[in-house]
Every structure is written in structure tokens, then in C-alpha cells.
């Protein structure tokens, strides 16, 4: 069974701080790990990772892949009150019938404080 | 810009009662989804369908069903609500092959 482990469940921080959110996994058939960001509606699409070692970067954001040891970071740079938000990782499966089926994490629930 | 959109933002319901949830896409998209995202368990997989009339169970199929008569359209159907299916349901779909899914806005759904 595909499992998909994100760290902290829960992190507040105050803006300005620098985070990193873990996100490790174990899937039979990996494809591709996907970060999202979810407010209070539908999680919005941040970065798909498919190699190892090349980071992803988006303004403040930025992501990198390790499929060596089955875990990816994302980190936020400066971080705003605006960045308060769920993040969700999810890795790709590209078996058979699973292919692209995605199995999610827990989520990371970030808060930035003024 | 993806547009996908879910018939309800809330909804109550009674146990017993047949729910209907709703997920139209815009974009001509092969792949469509339906999650449950509950605190401290995530996104799970309910459905998924590939193409029109094709169907598969995903990681938790209990206690509901799907119907894709056409491509723009995936419905999750609750044969007799109950009360620990009271949850977010996301909807989601995806161009064929891999890559991101492109998600509705939910619908949070009460079982009384």
C-alpha cells in the first residue's frame, strides 16, 4: 500500500521565518511527488517533482526531490500571513491501473503570525 | 484557466437519505476524482474514472457509488447517507496521463 508521511502536522511561525515542510513516502511505482497549497478552498498546485537533486523554484517557494532516500522538502523564504495555508504532498503512482493516482499526506497546517 | 466546479458548497443531509455530489470539468479532461478530506487524515481516494462509464475503486469505495454518463461530468452518489460520511468531498480532474489534478472547491457535507 502507497503511503505518503508529511512533517510537522502543524507549525506556526511569524513572518519573516524561514520553514521547511518534509514530506517522505513509499509507493510501489513511483511517477512524480506533487505539492499543493490548500486555504480555505480547493488546494492550488505548486510543483511536480520528478528527478532527484533538482530543486523547483517559485518566488519564495522552492522544492527538491530525494528518490534515494523517498523524501522531498519544501521550503518558504520571508514567509507572509498570506502563506498561512494547508500544504499537502502527494506522490504519483504509475502502476497498471493505478496510473497517476495519487495518494496524499496528512497535510502540513502552516500558520504565519504578523 | 481549469475550471472545475461541485453542484454544493454545504450541504445537510438526514442518515438514510441518497446524496448526490456533482463535479462538472471545463476542459475536456479523461481523468476525473472524488476525495473525502478529513483533519489529520488527508486527501483519500473514493473513485476515479478514466473515461466516460469507466470506474475504479480507489482506497475507500465503501458506502458510495459514481457515475460518469459524460466527459464533463462525475457524480458521487451516497446510497443511504450516514453519519461518519459527514466530511469535505473534493472533486478532481486531470488531462490523461500524469501530472497535476485540478481540484473543485468542495463540498462539506453534514450527515445528521
Known amino acids: 500500500e502507497d503511503k505518503v508521511v508529511q512533517s510537522p502536522l502543524s507549525l506556526v511561525v511569524h513572518e519573516g521565518d524561514t520553514v521547511t515542510l518534509n514530506c517522505s513516502y513509499e509507493?510501489?511505482?513511483?511517477?512524480?511527488l506533487l505539492w499543493y497549497k490548500q486555504e480555505k478552498k480547493a488546494p492550488t498546485f505548486l510543483f511536480m517533482l520528478?528527478?532527484?537533486?533538482i530543486e523547483k523554484k517559485s518566488g519564495r517557494l522552492s522544492s527538491i526531490l530525494d528518490k534515494k532516500e523517498l523524501f522531498s522538502i519544501l521550503n518558504i523564504t520571508a514567509t507572509q500571513t498570506g502563506d498561512s495555508a494547508v500544504y499537502l504532498c502527494?506522490?504519483?503512482?504509475?502502476?497498471?491501473?493505478?496510473?497517476?493516482?495519487?495518494?496524499f499526506g496528512q497535510g502540513t497546517i502552516l500558520t504565519v503570525h504578523p | 484557466d481549469v475550471k472545475v466546479t461541485q453542484s454544493s458548497r454545504y450541504l445537510v443531509k438526514r442518515t438514510g437519505e441518497k446524496v448526490f455530489l456533482e463535479c462538472v470539468q471545463d476542459?475536456?479532461?479523461?481523468?476525473m476524482f472524488w476525495y473525502r478530506q478529513d483533519p489529520g487524515l488527508g486527501l483519500r481516494l473514493i473513485y476515479f474514472s478514466y473515461d466516460v462509464k469507466m470506474k475504479e475503486k480507489g482506497d475507500i469505495p465503501e458506502g458510495y457509488s459514481v457515475s460518469r454518463e459524460k466527459k464533463e461530468r462525475f457524480s458521487l452518489i451516497l446510497e443511504s447517507a450516514s453519519t461518519n460520511q459527514t466530511s469535505m468531498y473534493l472533486c478532481?480532474?486531470?488531462?490523461?496521463?500524469?501530472?497535476?489534478?485540478?481540484f473543485g472547491p468542495g463540498t462539506r457535507l453534514t450527515v445528521t
Open positions: 520528478t528527478s532527484s537533486g
Open positions: 476542459m475536456d479532461h479523461e481523468n
Open positions: 509507493v510501489t511505482n513511483f511517477r512524480s
Open positions: 478532481a480532474s486531470r488531462p490523461q496521463g500524469a501530472g497535476e489534478q485540478y
Open positions: 502527494a506522490v504519483a503512482n504509475a502502476g497498471g491501473t493505478s496510473y497517476g493516482k495519487l495518494t
